[in-house]
């Protein structure tokens, strides 16, 4: 493909090669449960990214199809033997495919509203599938929860789940990636600045943000099938979690919403703070406040996110160093 | 029938309640278009105060109303005056609404520090005592919530009508370049008013401790529901988020009655959806454009 730089595939590969090789260097158990957490989060604010970071649309439900996803794979288990070992992950595409159909149409009804309505009425979802999850009983067990059949990995237990959410990990890369060059990606980023000059220019703007949605969708419920498995039970306080959603929109934003490796960094630094965090501080509730402090400083300090204020930084300094008349070339929009 | 009065007697009671703390977050997203997500943590801080009020100093809660309503107006000045006046960037909006958000875990945090995951609820005497009016039961302490409420709602109308200040802050909300223009001081409209709205959560919050049990994360079930009101009302309409909390509060009471108490609070997001199928811009509001 044309688009496809040396650079470009020397980076992805790189990065990727050294996190399929982390697991096997590093055996420590506790080690590679955070490497897990980290990669599930990665995933998340990638996928976050993909549909809210290109289309401008804040959703705040995305959390409530992870969960689907987790007892999708949970009631899969009850009711089909769909063996055990590995085998469970290869069910994991049809998951995410089924989930991410199944939120088309409501995201259709969703997307009637704009900006901070869009905002409210996601959130609002998060909470619907919430009580759904506590209320059909018959189902998902309520408040008692779905458990999943123990696996038996020999040895080095947290490992295959560290490979299957970094396959995950790279599939919502590779959507991102190629998102983001295509002639889709122009229409989100167009309706990202104006959404009715490129309805205006002839763009199928619904179309456009439910194709985007139901990507997005699809990965968040393939990321919380694996989770589901990983953690044996699932509970709807903790399947459907107000903090992931908050945590994966806060690591879009660290890194840089709208970019392709922003959310992905933002992970990287947060995740591993926040396990430790919850660790140390899980039973007392200074872990929430811990939260809601690094969340206020990134927000106030670094709101256009890590990536974007390095490549400002980087472009600046180029821009010095060819010796042109010192005219800004962006304007400067962190807040002081 | 007898059953669905009385629903609908009780709906209209906490309909009241909901109504003060929804029509706060409203008028403050009317004024400086920030959704207010730490509302429902206020509510349950003020909860906290009115309670510990209550526990320690014998302080009636309808009285303390008076303590609690000061601190959390000055609470909410500091919060706009620091967090939300210093997001400047095209973003402000979004930002707002994860940086409240924050604001709320913040508030679960510190108020799980102190006093744990316990439920609480603040027994009056007369908590457990109810009228009879033409064979129908009406609590008294929903009698005097809804009558505080009502009180305050009144109050906060003909600030808003009759004031000066009112004046200023309705210009805000229409067209705030012009009333910039027109010499309102917008920085000090912005913080008075997110101060007004966040006290309009503390006015109901002292009242709530009397009403439910609460702990520190009850402020989830509280925010979607007053997110919902204020949606379905049309964001930055304080007169349709009273009428949308009225109507909730009914359709809330009936369906527990008919349905199963289990599925009441579901009916807000029912009546949601329906309503964004209808009319997306909800009761009285205006059609939003893109960010």
């Not at chain 1, 709208?258 to 960094?265: D, F, K, Q, S």
């Not at chain 2, 009115?50 to 309808?62: G, I």
């Not at chain 2, 930055?236 to 349905?259: F, P």
Request: hydrophobic share 55%; aromatic share 12%; with cysteine.
């Amino acid at each position: 493909m044309r688009w496809i730089t040396p650079g470009g595939l020397l980076r992805g590969g790189g990065v990727f090669g050294l996190l399929a090789a982390f697991p096997f260097v590093e055996r420590t158990d506790w080690i590679v449960n955070i490497g897990v957490f980290t990669l599930m989060y990665a995933g998340l604010a990638t996928a976050w990214n993909l549909f809210s970071g290109y289309t401008g649309y804040i959703s705040l439900g995305q959390a409530a199809f992870f969960g689907i996803g987790a007892y999708a794979t949970g009631i899969t288990f009850e009711h089909i033997s769909i063996g055990s070992g590995y085998r469970p992950f290869y069910a994991l595409p049809l998951i995410g495919l089924a989930v991410g159909l199944v939120s088309v149409p409501v995201a259709w009804v969703a997307l009637r509203t704009r900006a901070m309505t869009f905002a409210i009425v996601t959130l609002m979802l998060l909470f619907i599938v919430q009580q759904l999850a506590f209320n059909l009983r018959s189902i998902t067990h309520g408040s008692q929860g779905v458990a999943v059949p123990q696996p038996t990995f020999a040895s080095n237990f947290d490992r295959p789940y560290y490979l299957a959410m970094l396959s995950v990990l790279a599939l919502a890369m590779l959507i991102c990636w190629y998102v983001r060059r295509s002639k889709l990606g122009l229409m989100l980023l167009g309706i990202r600045d104006d959404e009715e000059k490129a309805r205006g220019l002839g763009v199928r703007v619904t179309g456009a943000k439910l194709i985007a949605w139901a990507l997005s969708v699809g990965l968040t419920a393939m990321i919380g099938g694996i989770w589901g498995y990983y953690l044996f039970s699932i509970y709807p306080e903790s399947a459907v979690d107000p903090l992931v959603m908050i945590g994966a929109v806060l690591m879009a934003f660290l890194g840089g919403k709208g970019t392709l490796w922003g959310p992905m960094i933002g992970a990287f630094v947060l995740v591993p703070a926040q396990q430790w965090a919850l660790t140390s501080y899980g039973a007392t509730r200074l872990y929430l406040i811990a939260y809601a402090g690094v969340f206020v400083l990134v927000l106030l300090l670094l709101p256009r996110g890590i990536v974007p204020s390095l490549a400002d930084l980087v472009s600046r300094r180029r821009f010095r160093a060819t010796d042109r008349p010192d005219v800004r070339p962006t304007v400067e929009r962190v807040a002081s | 029938m007898h059953l669905v009065v009385q629903a609908c007697i009780l709906g209209v009671l906490t309909g009241g309640v909901y109504a003060l703390m929804a029509s706060g977050l409203t008028l403050v997203f009317g004024v400086m278009r920030v959704i207010n997500v730490a509302q429902g943590a206020l509510v349950i801080l003020s909860a906290y105060l009115s309670w510990a009020l209550f526990t320690h100093f014998q302080v009636d809660p309808f009285l303390s109303v008076l303590i609690v309503a000061p601190l959390i107006f000055a609470l909410g000045v500091g919060v706009q005056l620091v967090f939300i006046r210093s997001l400047r960037s095209e973003q402000a909006e979004e930002l707002s609404l994860l940086i409240t958000w924050a604001l709320a875990l913040g508030i679960e945090g510190v108020l799980g520090a102190v006093y744990e995951t316990t439920y609480r609820a603040t027994n009056t005497s007369y908590a457990n005592s109810a009228w009879t009016i033409f064979g129908y039961q009406v609590s008294v302490v929903r009698a005097y919530a809804f009558g505080l409420c009502v009180a305050v709602l009144v109050l906060l109308y003909l600030l808003l009508a009759r004031t000066r200040f009112g004046r200023s802050v309705r210009a805000t909300v229409q067209n705030p370049s012009s009333a910039l223009l027109l010499g309102v001081n917008a920085d000090r409209v912005r913080a008075l008013a997110f101060g007004i709205g966040v006290s309009t959560a503390a006015a109901a919050g002292a009242v709530y401790g009397v009403l439910y049990p609460f702990n520190p994360g009850s402020h989830y079930d509280l925010i979607s529901r007053l997110l919902s009101i204020v949606v379905l009302g049309g964001l930055g309409s304080v007169a349709g988020a009273v009428a949308a909390a009225l109507m909730m509060g009914v359709v809330e009471a009936v369906v527990a009655v008919e349905i199963s108490p289990v599925w009441s609070s579901f009916s807000y997001f029912v009546v949601l959806v329906a309503i964004l199928l209808l009319r997306p811009q909800g009761f009285f509001g205006a059609r939003e454009r893109t960010l």
